[in-house]
């Protein structure tokens, strides 16, 4: 039976993962700072390692008879003092070191669909280093780029509870976000998978004014989007740039800048978006 480490295990996709990779007949050790928060996934886990991907020192032997890793480690918004280079590209590296220096087979890592046109983004900027260091590595390697998670879209379902949802320019740019089970899928295939770049997104491709339509049709609420011009949004990142830290504006431009593109994948999965919110109202 192969092996694999997971790493983010406590996060969004990471759950999923782990319970997929159990589905599939792996036997799964998971890298965990606290255990008590993998509780609920105790009938999937066969092994829990506790360490820091930001302590090198407690890495030692977590990739020990390892085959393959599977890495979500990444934050949305700093914490405990740690930076998004801290977490998404040193914490990654330092599990990257550990896996090289055991030989494991192959290292797959979760990113984000269009990195390379965001890299001067601070959310991003950590993440697409760690993809160029694992790509330049001795280890096989995956990177997987989703488009965006179902978790991503609850900020819509959220600013409609409100009464209304603010998109910058025309709304018409297109996403096709995808449910962390379906993504998860994707990371354990891609242990066999020979793609070394995988763009990926869910069944169905919207336009941001559908989204926010959705989210009004499943509260049953009259739809009232204010769309901001484009300047409004490049003037409001100078100014946090200028007079806020990273930690501040990171999750801001990195959202803002999303809205004005488009981001999307192959189309993968089988979950649509309305029931997601449905079950999360």
Request: overall charge neutral.
């Amino acid at each position: 039976m192969k092996k694999v480490l997971v790493a983010g295990a406590t996060g969004y996709l990471g759950r999923y993962v782990v319970k997929e990779l159990k589905k599939q007949g792996y036997w799964v050790r998971v890298l965990a700072r606290d255990p008590e928060k993998l509780r609920d996934l105790e009938e999937s886990v066969d092994e829990v390692f506790v360490g820091e991907v930001t302590k090198p020192e407690t890495l030692d032997k977590v990739c020990d008879g390892i085959d393959f890793v599977i890495s979500s480690v990444g934050i949305t918004r700093q914490k405990d003092g740690l930076t998004f280079m801290d977490v998404d590209y040193r914490g990654n590296k330092n599990l990257l070191d550990s896996a090289v220096n055991k030989k494991i087979s192959k290292f797959i890592y979760v990113s984000v669909l269009n990195g390379h046109l965001m890299k001067d983004l601070k959310m991003i900027e950590a993440k697409e280093l760690f993809v160029d260091t694992l790509k330049e590595s001795q280890s096989d390697y995956a990177v997987i780029r989703p488009t965006g998670f179902f978790s991503d879209m609850l900020e819509f379902l959220k600013m409609a509870k409100k009464g209304r949802v603010s998109l910058f320019g025309s709304g018409d740019n297109k996403i096709n976000p995808i449910h962390g089970g379906d993504l998860a899928e994707v990371c354990v295939n891609a242990i066999k998978d020979p793609e070394k770049e995988i763009n990926v997104g869910g069944p169905t491709v919207y336009t941001y004014n559908e989204i926010a339509e959705s989210a009004f049709a499943v509260l049953n609420k009259k739809v009232k989007i204010s769309r901001v011009p484009i300047w409004i949004k490049n003037v409001t990142l100078f100014l946090m740039r200028m007079f806020t830290s990273s930690k501040t504006y990171g999750p801001v431009e990195f959202f803002m800048t999303v809205l004005t593109m488009d981001v999307v994948g192959t189309a993968y999965g089988k979950e649509e978006l309305n029931d997601f919110y449905r079950t999360n109202i």
